[in-house]
């Protein structure tokens, strides 16, 4: 009787959670399909009383209409740059200092781990007025270097954390039998850790890129002409002066601008899933 009653509890544990799993995604998906939605209705169909999830008369204006109006290609292309740049230096910088932190526990590293957690919880309008002022002596305003080292910075402490945490999971054992065999700690870095991080690295590159696509507040202050403009700020140029929106083209925009993060994010995914599930063969 008291196993059946430790299964039974069980099993309703596990049906509250797919049942939470199930809401989570319909908080997630239910939006997306909504634009997806919009992107395609004709005028009528957005002015009308009772909307429909699927359009009566689809139609591609609303995408001519949001390339006529705005630079989407060079938005995409400036937040491209932007977000690429910005993962590649952030997980370039965080993986040494998280090896340090990971391996070498000293009351230092506890407080730089203590500032990571912390430095999260920073409302951005606290640290956009000195950024702003720095990078204005640096001559660095209105430019995508300037928004690049700004989103570095802001990515870096998470991605230490997570890259730190990744480090710690892998044995030491292995590093300490390549030391045995003559390896200095570059040598054990390179050739020994770096590919166990490997799903690490591309997780936490995955999220610093996420992070600096759909960045807005940063990018709405630093940069001033629209040639270098990012996605997120173009955005807001469907929205009339009285704060009326364009809603047909900025949804079809915004659907372009949601695409790219999703495509990444699904093939990497498998690519995290794949080298975690080969390095348990191996090991």
């Known amino acids: 009787m008291k196993r059946t009653g430790t299964m039974g509890t069980r099993r309703t544990a596990r049906a509250g959670q797919y049942l939470a799993l199930l809401c989570y995604l319909a908080f997630l998906v239910l939006p997306f399909l909504w634009l997806m939605s919009t992107a395609f209705k004709p005028p009528r169909e957005l002015a009308t009383l009772d909307p429909r999830w699927i359009p009566d008369h689809p139609t591609l204006d609303?995408?001519?209409?949001?390339?006529?109006?705005?630079?989407?290609?060079?938005?995409?292309?400036?937040?491209?740059?932007a977000a690429v740049c910005a993962a590649v230096i952030a997980v370039a910088l965080a993986t040494p200092m998280a090896y340090v932190m990971a391996?070498?526990?000293?009351?230092l590293s506890r407080a730089a781990t203590g500032w990571v957690v912390v430095s999260q919880a920073f409302p951005l309008v606290l640290v956009i007025i000195p950024l702003f002022l720095i990078l204005k002596n640096?001559?660095?305003?209105?430019?995508?270097?300037?928004?690049?080292?700004?989103?570095?910075?802001?990515?870096?402490p998470f991605a230490l954390w997570m890259l730190t945490g990744y480090v710690r999971a892998v044995p030491r054992e292995l590093e300490e039998a390549a030391a045995v065999d003559g390896a200095g700690k570059a040598r054990i870095l390179v050739s020994v850790t770096a590919p166990l991080l490997a799903p690490g690295i591309v997780a936490t590159a995955l999220f610093a890129f996420i992070t600096s696509w759909n960045e807005f507040f940063f990018a709405l202050v630093l940069l001033k002409s629209p040639e270098k403009q990012t996605m997120p700020v173009i955005l807001t140029h469907f929205i009339g002066a009285e704060g009326v929106a364009d809603l047909g083209p900025l949804a079809a925009a915004?659907?372009?601008a949601t695409i790219p993060s999703l495509v990444l994010f699904a093939v990497l995914q498998r690519r995290i899933t794949g080298g975690v599930l080969a390095g348990a063969v191996k090991h």
Do not use: C, K, M, T
Request: glycine share 2%; proline share 4%.
């Open 62 to 81: 609303n995408f001519r209409q949001a390339f006529d109006e705005q630079p989407l290609l060079q938005a995409a292309a400036n937040s491209l740059i």
């Open 138 to 156: 640096l001559r660095l305003i209105d430019s995508l270097a300037g928004l690049v080292a700004v989103y570095v910075v802001w990515a870096l």
């Open 254 to 256: 915004a659907l372009l």
């Open 103 to 107: 391996r070498h526990r000293s009351p």
